[in-house]
T-cell receptor, first 114, second 110 residues
Framework: DTEVTQTPKHLVMGMTNKKSLKCEQH?????MYWYKQKAKKPPELMFV???????INESVPSRFSPECPNSSLLNLHLHALQPEDSALYLC?????????????FGPGTRLTVL | QKEVEQNSGPLSVPEGAIASLNCTYS??????FFWYRQYSGKSPELIMS????GDKEDGRFTAQLNKASQYVSLLIRDSQPSDSATYLC??????????FGDGTTLTVKP
């Protein structure tokens, strides 16, 4: 089973709202990732968690706040977002951090910021 | 120069033909290479991974890697209309840092 789940599937929020995206995997993977994908563009890496610790932050604005409560869960807390943050947010996981391991993507959360 | 470049699309081939997708990368320390297929509105789905020079075949798909030329390709034999999608080349360096190409949109016409 190579399933990564994400909730919600769709989210509409105002610029003053606080919301969270959730990602879960039960494959025993020790690396988890957040990507942002705009329409007709490739996924852009935002954060990497390795053994529940943040290992890569690709200079993402502080209005995006990741959290890894345990090895199976990854959250992305959203606050004071801008309309240009509207995108598909993808979570991925891999067995181990590092370049040799395949990343498996979840179905994504389609975020619209009004 | 982009870190990962893919041949500009869209690419259109007739059903049953071979589709050839190309990708070049700039970072010589890149260690692993992946091809993902993404249908419109869906998340990327892994098609192939390749780590060493040469060819790797999986069913109708063949990935080719040439690290000296910093080039990786994907061949799809006997293309089917269901292969119509955007194909993303992903290059991973270290610690899970990944860079995707802009993608090539493939249309297979019946």
């Amino acid at each position: 089973d190579t399933e990564v789940t994400q909730t919600p599937k769709h989210l509409v929020m105002g610029m003053t709202n606080k919301k969270s995206l959730k990602c879960e995997q039960h494959m025993g993977h020790r690396a988890m990732y957040w990507y942002k994908q705009k329409a007709k563009k490739p996924p852009e890496l935002m954060f990497v968690y390795s053994y529940e610790k943040l290992s890569i932050n690709e200079s993402v604005p502080s209005r995006f706040s990741p959290e890894c409560p345990n090895s199976s869960l990854l959250n992305l807390h959203l606050h004071a977002l801008q309309p240009e943050d509207s995108a598909l947010y993808l979570c991925a996981s891999s067995q181990l951090p590092g370049s040799l391991d395949t990343q498996y993507f979840g179905p994504g959360t389609r975020l619209t910021v009004l | 120069q982009k870190e990962v470049e893919q041949n500009s699309g869209p690419l259109s081939v007739p059903e049953g033909a071979i589709a050839s997708l190309n990708c070049t990368y700039s970072d010589r320390v890149s260690q692993s290479f992946f091809w993902y297929r993404q249908y419109s509105g869906k998340s990327p789905e892994l098609i192939m991974s390749i780590y060493s020079n040469g060819d790797k075949e999986d069913g109708r798909f063949t990935a080719q890697l040439n690290k000296a030329s910093q080039y990786v390709s994907l061949l799809i034999r006997d293309s089917q209309p269901s292969d119509s999608a955007t194909y993303l080349c992903a290059v991973y360096t270290n610690a899970g840092k990944s860079t995707f190409g802009d993608g090539t949109t493939l249309t297979v016409k019946p």
